[in-house]
């Protein structure tokens, strides 16, 4: 079965089929996305028009359609299954954790994950693969870290997490998921009766008596999760970024200062969120000069917007402009610890292995395609 036309590409690159639709306009109708009950849909490819849609919560929702209302039940926590005003409610709840002081306050710990992290991978030898044994571990120990798991689950939780992803068996998979929403159930049970370190004790401290048990758990399921495979997707590209680009690699290895510039590059460039949950219109709305009536189903594509700003990979660019993390009241809410987790493991991968680089051609890499995960490559292995 052919994937939606807005995960559609060719290795990293957006499908060719982008350009010809944004050289006839910024939206364009289509039928390719399943589960929409039979609705409209709508593709948008302009970089003002996505900005547009996505910052307008009141004429579009982002609760994906269901048959049966009671399905949304079975999505607490999630906040883009949450509209305002229970949307407001649980990010403004949620929001200081990612706040710069605790981020700050999470820094140290970091630095010390990721140069373990990085001494098992070097135990390792070459080649190795890099999604398997730095990617994926590195990021899944930190989530762990910010919400609070204690260090002896740590390990044990980290590996069910990529198992509900990454085991080619489906039993595996659907057992290792059930396991995950079980330990976070444990988990906000045990931080209810003794709080401590971490973003589930904070919420339980600070904000115990508003949100619900099943929100908490769905909470931290979903920070686990997503922070862990978004960042081992977001890990590799860039790694396979600066490997492919070895004077870019070089570069940041000689500044330094040049991180935050690389990291945004790699945002814009990899784009491993191809497109944030649709967007339902409540109301006739006229967009670019097209209307879009009450009920259709309107998916941004930010594979075509971000590319579209520039389609060379350069850490020295002067102004990146992207909408990686999305635009609106569902800007993603975990874009400061992605950051963070990345300045930190970019510069130290450059410094401990400056002669990084593929273990097989290029052209041998295989990539996942990014639905319902984000887009990612198989496996990426790496020698020095």
Not at 183 to 197: C, I, N, S
Not at 240 to 264: K, N
Not at 329 to 355: D, K, N, Q, T, Y
Request: aromatic letters at 4%; proline letters at 8%; hydrophobic letters at 40%.
């Amino acid at each position: 079965m052919a994937l939606p036309l807005q995960h559609q590409r060719r290795r990293l690159d957006p499908a060719p089929e982008f350009q010809d639709l944004q050289e006839h306009g910024p939206l364009h109708e289509y039928d390719a996305e399943p589960g929409m009950d039979g609705r409209r849909q709508w593709l948008v490819t302009g970089f003002d028009e996505v900005r547009e849609i996505l910052g307008d919560h009141e004429r579009f929702s982002s609760m994906r359609p269901v048959e049966d209302e009671a399905d949304r039940a079975k999505l607490p926590g999630i906040l883009q299954a949450y509209d305002p005003p229970e949307h407001t409610r649980l990010r403004r709840t949620v929001a200081p954790a990612y706040s710069a002081r605790r981020m700050a306050r999470l820094l140290p710990r970091i630095e010390e994950i990721v140069e373990e992290g990085l001494d098992d991978f070097a135990s390792r030898g070459a080649p190795a693969d890099f999604v398997r044994h730095a990617a994926w571990p590195i990021p899944a120990v930190i989530a762990c870290e910010f919400l609070g798991v204690p260090r002896d689950d740590q390990a044990e939780l980290s590996r069910m997490i990529r198992d509900t992803r990454e085991s080619r068996l489906p039993r595996q998979r659907v057992a290792s998921g059930m396991a995950v929403v079980d330990y976070t159930h444990r988990l906000v049970a045990g931080k209810r009766r003794e709080p401590g370190d971490g973003m589930l004790s904070a919420l339980v401290q600070e904000h115990g008596d508003r949100v619900g048990d099943d929100e908490l758990a769905g909470l931290a399921e979903a920070s686990l999760t997503m922070a862990t495979e978004q960042m081992a997707a977001q890990l590799s590209t860039a790694m396979l970024l600066l490997m492919t680009h070895p004077g870019q690699m070089a570069l940041l290895d000689e500044r330094p200062e040049l991180i935050d510039g690389a990291i945004e590059e790699v945002l814009r460039f990899a784009s491993v969120v191809e497109a944030p949950s649709p967007r339902v219109a409540l109301t006739d709305v006229t967009v670019a000069g097209r209307l879009i009536r009450a009920g259709e189903v309107v998916t941004c594509s930010m594979l075509a917007i971000n590319r579209v700003r520039g389609d060379r990979f350069d850490i020295t660019r002067e102004k990146t402009t992207h909408l990686a993390f999305g635009h609106g009241i569902h800007h993603c809410i975990g874009a400061p610890l992605v950051r963070l987790e990345m300045r930190v493991i970019l510069p130290a991968v450059v410094r401990r292995f400056p002669s990084l680089r593929l273990a097989v051609p290029e052209e041998e890499l295989r990539f996942k395609p990014g639905r319902p995960a984000p887009f990612a490559i198989e496996e990426l292995p790496v020698e020095w």
